[in-house]
């Protein structure tokens, strides 16, 4: 979509007449009193100080548009938030398209304030209010239909994109028009009862499916248009390094190189297609003052950690007084673990283009970030935010990637835009991309637990050692309480393993070191969930138990980790024989508010080659993340999650020396390939609880399933990722 649309409500009414004749239909921020209705015709007559912030739009030709206040990163909501708004409005599902919307204040999140996507938070923030969107259009379709056909309104009836009276039948394009002239929408919608859902809770294609496969998908990367040049950046080796000096000669004597400019992050050449600007970038000479950070070694960082994880953090979580009662206990078990930096690595590697003229700036992207985004772009040209307009493409693969607090590859590329003059497509390299920073921190953990006689825990001392993802960025002030960042201790403070024990304490440790840092799929649960999992099991084996039965005796007062742990446990055949030379591991964890089980069955293989030795073979997933809007969705999220995190658990990691990345592309950063993936199971706990996410809740089980396996097979007890076993085994 390519209207612009700026947060005044004078301006917004005005964009409202650029959709074209029919109904458009604006579902308010949560909070407001009723909903905004409007047509190109009738847009005076909706309320001034009214601040929508999506929309619906019905045209006479009988297509229903959807306008996402979100990014579709792969994640699914292309197909999941139409499916909502498609159900109450009982549409014709084949005349349904989406859209992007713009970035304006109206499509701010629910929850957060601003237009964002992350934290699998779009289906369950976006639930009542797209439902509310569908219910507050059909109902205005109804009140045209009994105009029309001389009934009343209780006499209509729809179906299938169709208002129907006794033998009368009129299309909702048809209805577009005289609905929208309707002078009032009603205050009240009534939803449907999910006994009557169509679409919601049925497996559903996905909407995306063939844009992608014809390759009519708008990435990023596809965005091309007249007088469009290229540029790459060549950024400082080491992190909070800076340019001393630099010689462009031999960059501009490149063929198609069109500029050299220094920016703030280095020195950007432009040209007129990518390799140019590649060449001219690889014949520039720069003198780099390499600052603070030019001794970075992780292997150094690493034991730093450790020692920090021998003293007292800050207080994260505490109950009773766990040193006293570890200092009685007559059995403990006591382990460090470690996991590395990660990138995130998208198939898609960073690009932004910009367009700057006559003051109004447009930015073409596949960003989660678009309210950051839009004020940092005005911040640099010094123009007002609603000048600033946002057009969001597919994501090819984010995982937190394209949410940086800094808006750091989009602040670039409009920084070479402001001093190229033209517009430009700014890209990075895959290089550029593995080595540029915004990483899944590095941690240090150190759990103490004191057992009864019957192997169970008694009190728990859990010290987390790594850097925060918060603590100095713009989000500090509202998410960082008494010095602890939520992000890293997530799934530990929160475990139902340590809820429940009298005595327990949580500390954590956020050393600064230079190396920028940022969300990564699952956030601090990707460590988090590995490390508790990995402990419960190693506590099982102390108290020579079934890991299953193990953990329902501790989760016997959680009753969602309990279905999901049983459901998985009986899928996988679980406690049945394996051909020799197999295992299985089992793990259960809760993220993002959805609880999932996975059993892991692996072997060892002795002759590897390049891959890696231990081969998964099977996982079973089960999942309760409430109503499955699309359990299609779900299954597709679950494989996702699974094959992201299995890379994780078998090969990625990041390491530095003498301050630089020694890793670059996937041939020494590595991610799973589709040799390694395993068959994957997906069951649905049927639920009704509270929703939850699904985009990254299945990535922190599958590295503590493996691993669990591993030490079931081979007695051997991994507590570093990536995983990596004794050569004797091997």
């Not at 057009?391 to 602040?411: E, I, K, N």
Request: net charge neutral; charged share 20%; with cysteine.
């Amino acid at each position: 979509m390519n209207a612009r649309l700026n947060p005044s409500r004078r301006t917004f009414l005005k964009a409202t007449a650029t959709m074209g004749a029919g109904l458009v239909v604006a579902f308010v921020i949560p909070g407001a009193k009723r909903f905004a209705i409007a047509a190109p015709e009738e847009a005076a007559a909706v309320s001034a100080g009214l601040q929508p912030n999506a929309f619906l739009r019905i045209a006479p030709d009988d297509s229903v548009t959807v306008l996402l206040a979100h990014s579709e990163m792969g994640q699914g909501i292309w197909t999941t938030l139409a499916m909502l708004v498609a159900e109450e409005l009982d549409a014709d599902w084949t005349r349904i398209r989406v859209e992007h919307a713009p970035a304006a204040p109206p499509f701010a999140h629910t929850a957060f304030g601003m237009q964002m996507t992350g934290g699998s938070t779009t289906t369950w923030s976006e639930f009542d209010r797209y439902r509310q969107a569908g219910a507050t259009a059909r109902a205005l379709l109804v009140a045209a239909a009994a105009q029309k056909f001389n009934v009343p309104a209780a006499q209509v009836r729809t179906e299938n994109g169709t208002a129907m009276a006794g033998d009368q039948r009129a299309r909702y394009g048809e209805l577009a028009v005289q609905a929208a002239s309707l002078k009032a929408a009603p205050a009240k919608v009534a939803l449907k009862d999910p006994k009557d859902w169509k679409l919601i809770g049925h497996p559903t294609k996905r909407l995306d499916t063939p844009e992608k496969i014809t390759g009519r998908a708008q990435f990023g990367m596809d965005v091309q248009f007249d007088g469009l040049l290229t540029a790459v950046v060549a950024r400082a080796p080491v992190f909070g390094g800076t340019v001393k000096s630099f010689d462009a000669t031999a960059a501009r004597a490149v063929a198609g190189v069109r500029d050299v400019a220094q920016v703030p992050t280095g020195v950007a050449v432009v040209a007129d297609h990518y390799w140019a600007a590649k060449l001219g970038r690889d014949a520039l000479k720069i003198e780099w003052d390499n600052g603070p950070n030019a001794a970075l070694d992780t292997a150094a960082l690493r034991e730093q950690f450790r020692t920090l994880a021998l003293t007292d953090g800050a207080l994260a979580k505490q109950a009773g007084d766990a040193k006293t009662a570890l200092t009685k206990a007559t059995r403990t078990l006591e382990a460090e673990y470690h996991v590395p930096y990660l990138a995130h690595a998208p198939m898609e590697p960073l690009n932004a283009t910009v367009k700057f003229e006559n003051g109004v700036c447009d930015i073409w992207t596949g960003t989660q970030f678009q309210t950051l985004d839009q004020q940092v772009a005005s911040k640099i040209l010094g123009i007002a935010p609603e000048n600033v307009h946002i057009h969001t493409t597919f994501l090819g693969g984010a995982f937190g990637r394209r949410a940086t607090p800094t808006s750091d590859f989009v602040s670039e590329a409009v920084e070479v835009a402001k001093a190229a003059g033209k517009p430009v497509k700014t890209v990075w390299t895959r290089e550029d991309d593995i080595r540029g920073g915004y990483y899944r921190p590095m941690y240090v953990q150190r759990a103490r637990v004191a057992l009864d006689d019957a192997g169970k825990p008694l009190a728990w001392h859990h010290v987390l050692v790594g850097q925060s993802i918060l603590i100095g960025s713009p989000f500090e002030a509202a998410m960082v309480k008494g010095g602890i960042d939520g992000t890293s201790v997530e799934g530990v403070v929160d475990s139902p393993y340590i809820a429940d024990l009298p005595d327990h304490r949580v500390e954590l440790h956020s050393p600064r070191t230079g190396i920028p840092v940022l969300w990564w799929r699952s956030v601090g649960h990707s460590y988090n969930g590995f490390v508790m999992e990995s402990l419960i099991d190693e506590l099982a084996h102390e108290a020579k138990q079934d890991p299953v039965d193990y953990r329902r005796a501790l989760l016997a007062k959680h009753p969602r980790h309990l279905a999901a742990l049983n459901l998985a446990a009986e899928k996988s055949g679980w406690g049945t024989p394996l051909p020799q030379g197999r295992a299985r591991g089992v793990a259960v964890h809760e993220s993002f508010g959805s609880f999932i089980a996975q059993v892991a069955e692996i072997s060892i293989d002795p002759n590897p080659g390049l891959r890696h030795p231990v081969r998964v073979h099977r996982v079973v997933c089960a999942i309760d993340c409430g109503i499955a809007v699309n359990p299609e969705g779900v299954r597709a999220q679950m494989e996702s999650g699974i094959a992201f995190g299995l890379g994780a658990a078998l090969h990625s990691a990041l390491s530095f020396k003498d301050g630089l990345v020694q890793e670059s592309n996937f041939h020494d950063y590595r991610v799973l390939r589709m040799d390694e993936m395993p068959q994957v199971e997906v069951h649905i706990v049927p639920s009704t609880e509270k929703m939850g996410g699904a985009g990254e809740p299945g990535t922190p089980p599958i590295a503590p399933a493996v691993a669990n396996a591993i030490f079931a097979l081979t007695g051997q007890r991994l507590r570093e990722l990536p995983l990596r076993l004794s050569a004797n085994v091997a």
